[in-house]
Each structure stands twice: as structure tokens, then as C-alpha cells.
DNA sequence: TAGTATAGTAAACATTCGTTCACTTTGTCA
DNA sequence: TGACAAAGTGAACGAATGTTTACTATACTA
């Protein structure tokens, strides 16, 4: 059987990377060659020079400048389209790898998350209690959703330029337009929207 | 003004966290004392040591076994609520911080993702486009969203169990039950959704 | 069964690391 | 103006780093 082999082998690389993902995921650093020899179980540098070796090759790790690095790899998620009858939805082959926080936040020096309330925006599939990433920015243009402070009260609303006049509306038939008395100010723009289950 | 000079000195401490976190984003790891030396453009490693230490101070960055490492604030976004009326929204006091990665993703070892088509699941506020974030696992409780293969295709839909009997839902009025007709099989549960907007 | 690639051990190495100490410059407040 | 804290310089240090070389044990292949 000559797939045995490369089986075995993947297995135990994948077992060691998994390792070093945990390490990561608790110190948020990459362990060093002495801390891998304690979390493999070895007892030779040497020995986690070649698994490292090995990893780089194998694209999770990189070098820059001598210095040890994680790839997007090593972080990313499979992301797979569904396919509708076909059956290698799982399959390595054709995959596409992604991570959410880079998906997701673009500027992260000027983003901000904030908790939704209310119901005004459920057309566009944004629900009480939805997490929403907004980009700092004092310009919105037509059709943008919007945190803005509308005659004092802060709201997050969909932006509407009919000509001249701007006014928010809401995703909800429940709710009327909402045209400011005196002041719009807008203070960000969402850019996402995340929603956990149970 | 007292103020002034606590300002003055933050927003030079804000400049080289970010300067750090920029360099973090780019290479996935912290710059090392001699790299934070050119990125700061000073010529003593003791500078970059007391800077480090205010940084830690601050709570950006720690310790573990005389590692350097950042702390889940370096890289968490700041969690707003939205106050009625009332104006500190994005005050420096009463903030949360939320990684977007730990708060969606749970087992990183056994998650995926998949982008969603179709329009099956409105109701749920999942959308055509959107990506949701699925933990494999073969066993699910009623309700739960589930990937599934019913009869052979794939799907992804509401498990429902009715006593013995089990069959999958669409949060979609346009769509009737499924009954499988021999197998349904469950391959995942969707814990998360996330959507970009533009 | 012999041959050979794979995985791990052991010791030695220059390099870089973070830290400490002593000193200088800058800016602020009384 | 003088005093004093904050911010930066420069050199020196032991310790830990990643890498190399040489050797051993295991296991698959022919």
C-alpha cells in the first residue's frame, strides 16, 4: 500500500502542527525550538530543525529575515462552496483557505464593534442582539448603513439621498423614514455583520 | 491643563502600538527589540525596553516565561453598546474587547466554512453570499442548522426531529419540509454566520 | 537480505536576544 | 530660573536562540 505511508507521515505532521496551533492559540506567538522540543516529546534541536524544515515546506511556516513566521495557512479555515450534488466537499483539492478577521475588518485601527438592539434593520438580515464591525468615518454615501447620531439620538440606520436632502430609513416596513430636524451626523459606516447561534 | 501631557504622551504610545500592530498584521509575530529599534527609529535598545514596559503596563502586552507576547487586547476590537441617547459610545471606560476569531470560531481544528447559496434560509437572516461557519460533527439536536446530505444532495437546512421522525426545514415559506426519502445524513452544525457588506 | 531513505539523538557554534547600568538630553512645573 | 521627571543614548552582559555536523535507530523497498 503506498498511500500507508504518506498517510501515517500526514498524520503526524498534521498532529504536530496541531500542537503548535494550540501553542498559538494560547501564547499568540509561535513556540521556539526548545518549547517544540517539550511539546513533541523529543529530545534533539535537531530533530524540530527538520519538522519545522518540513512545515515550511509544506506552507504553514515561513522564514523572513531568519525569522520564523506563520503563514495565512496556519491560520485560515477551508472554505468550500457547496456543491450541489457532488461529494468531494470536504476533499483537500480546490480549496480555498480564509481568515475571518482579515475577511472581515479591513481598517482594524479605526473599527469598532457594536451590539445591535432593535429590529429596524431584519430586512437586511441584521437581528437583535447581531454584532456589527463599523469603519470610523464621518462620509456615507446612498444605500450605506450607518451609525449616526440623528437630532441627538444615536441610531443605526440605513443612508438616504433623495437631491438635496438626506435622511435615514430603516429595513423594516414596521418603521417610517426618519428625516432630521436639525442634525445628521454620521460617525461610521457598517462593514460586516456577524451572528453567533445558541 | 493637566490633561496635555497625558494626551500628548498616549497618542506617542498609541502611535507605536500601532506601529507594532502594523508590523504584527504584516509578519504574524512581534517585532523583536533590535526591529522595533528601526521601526521607531530610535538607536537604543534600552528605549525599545522602556517602551515595551509602559506597553505591558498598559496591558497591550505580557510576559510568560520571560516570552514576550501580546495580550488579547492588542488585538481585540473595542465592544460598544448602543446607549439610547446617552454620548460616551466610543469613551475609553465601560469598553469590551472582542476578538472576532475566538468570539465566531470555537475548534478551530474541526470548523469550516461555506458560502451559502441560495435563499432557503431568510428566514434565519442567512442570505445568498454569506458565509457560515460549520463544526463538523455527525450528531445534532432539533433545531440546530445543520449541512446535511439528504438522499444524496447536499444541504443546508434546519434539522427538525417530530418523535422518531426526522426531516429538514427552510426558514422560507417559499419551501416545503423534506422528508428524506432513505438517508439523511448530518456532517455539520452551523455555529456562526458572517456577512461583508459592499 | 541488503540497501537506503526517514526519524531521532547529541554536542558544539556563532548570533541574536532581552536586560542592566550609567549617563545625557529634553521638556514641565513651581 | 532651577529642579526634577520623562525620554533617549551607548556599551556591556549572560542566556537563549536557530543552525550545523556527525552519528544511531527504525522501517520500508527492491
Known amino acids: 500500500m503506498k498511500m500507508g505511508v504518506r498517510n501515517d507521515k500526514k498524520t503526524t505532521m ?11 492559540k494560547k501564547h499568540k506567538r ?3 525550538y526548545s518549547e517544540m522540543l517539550q511539546i513533541f516529546g523529543l529530545s534533539s534541536k535537531n530533530s524540530v530543525f527538520k519538522i519545522v524544515s518540513k512545515l515550511i515546506e509544506a506552507g504553514f511556516l515561513k522564514k523572513e529575515e531568519d525569522k520564523l513566521a506563520p503563514t495565512s495557512k496556519f491560520f485560515a479555515l477551508p472554505l468550500i462552496g457547496l456543491v450541489k450534488a457532488g461529494f468531494p466537499i470536504l476533499a483537500e483539492e480546490n480549496r480555498d483557505y ?9 481598517d482594524p485601527q479605526s473599527s469598532f464593534l457594536l451590539k445591535v438592539s432593535g429590529d429596524s434593520l431584519i430586512g437586511l438580515g441584521i437581528f437583535d442582539g447581531d454584532i456589527v464591525i463599523i469603519e470610523k468615518k464621518r462620509l456615507a454615501t446612498s444605500g450605506d448603513i450607518v451609525l449616526a447620531q ?14 438635496m436632502r438626506t435622511h435615514l430609513e430603516s429595513a423594516n416596513p414596521k ?8 442634525e445628521l451626523e454620521i ?4 462593514k460586516a455583520v456577524v451572528r453567533k447561534f445558541n
Open 14 to 24: 498534521q498532529d504536530r502542527l496541531g500542537k503548535i496551533k494550540t501553542f498559538y
Open 30 to 32: 509561535l513556540p521556539s
Open 98 to 106: 480564509l481568515t475571518l478577521d482579515d475577511y472581515l475588518i479591513g
Open 150 to 163: 440623528i437630532d441627538r439620538e444615536w441610531t443605526l440606520k440605513i443612508l438616504k439621498k433623495d437631491g
Open 175 to 182: 418603521y417610517p423614514p426618519f428625516y432630521p430636524r436639525n
Open 187 to 190: 460617525f461610521g459606516v457598517v
